[in-house]
């Protein structure tokens, strides 16, 4: 009788020993691979929304300390928009990084450098884990899942 609360099962080739659930306005878990077993039999109490599978897939890059992804985001066969991670290595607070990320950004990405991302704001001077980056990439997904497709109009 209770509304029904998401739940997003994501992967990371990064950290590929590990699951990342992510529930709807609330935390993140961290789980062994074998989630995705327990999950299956656990069908009972949860929907699987097939549809709604979206990934990121490209290429990973090393410039000195800093690690640059750059992926396209698809939803099924169609390519939806592109994906761009940073990372300086080094820095475990994301806060005390942040200008060098954006300078860093900024040489290549110009403009469209992004500015801080939200949960920035919630850890404030604590370290950043993978569980973050999960927390960024579900921000990406639904806000490419909400965009409407503009219709091209004709030129006469």
């Given at each position: 009788?209770?509304?029904?609360?998401?739940?997003?099962?994501?992967?990371?080739?990064?950290?590929?020993?590990?699951?990342?659930?992510?529930?709807?306005?609330?935390?993140?878990?961290?789980?062994?691979?074998?989630?995705?077993?327990?999950?299956?039999?656990?069908?009972?109490?949860?929907?699987?929304?097939?549809?709604?599978?979206i990934?990121?897939?490209?290429?990973?890059?090393?410039?000195?300390?800093?690690?640059?992804?750059?992926?396209t985001?698809?939803?099924?066969?169609?390519?939806?928009?592109?994906?761009?991670?940073?990372?300086?290595?080094p820095?475990?607070?994301?806060?005390?990084?942040?200008?060098?990320?954006?300078?860093?950004?900024?040489?290549?990405?110009?403009?469209?450098?992004?500015?801080?991302?939200?949960?920035?704001?919630?850890?404030?001077?604590?370290?950043?884990?993978?569980?973050?980056?999960?927390?960024?990439?579900?921000?990406?997904?639904?806000?490419?899942?909400?965009?409407?497709?503009?219709?091209?109009?004709?030129?006469?």
């Amino acid at each position: 009788g209770q509304p029904g609360k998401l739940m997003y099962v994501m992967h990371n080739s990064e950290y590929p020993l590990s699951c990342f659930a992510l529930f709807e306005n609330g935390p993140c878990l961290v789980a062994d691979a074998n989630f995705d077993t327990l999950m299956v039999k656990l069908k009972g109490f949860f929907q699987n929304a097939k549809a709604n599978k979206i990934e990121s897939r490209g290429t990973r890059y090393q410039y000195c300390d800093f690690l640059v992804k750059v992926g396209t985001v698809a939803m099924g066969p169609s390519a939806r928009g592109i994906s761009v991670e940073v990372e300086y290595c080094p820095c475990v607070i994301a806060n005390d990084c942040w200008n060098l990320l954006m300078e860093f950004m900024q040489s290549f990405m110009g403009s469209h450098a992004p500015g801080i991302p939200a949960v920035f704001g919630t850890k404030h001077d604590s370290v950043y884990s993978p569980a973050d980056t999960m927390v960024q990439y579900m921000e990406l997904f639904n806000k490419i899942r909400k965009q409407q497709q503009v219709p091209v109009a004709g030129i006469r």
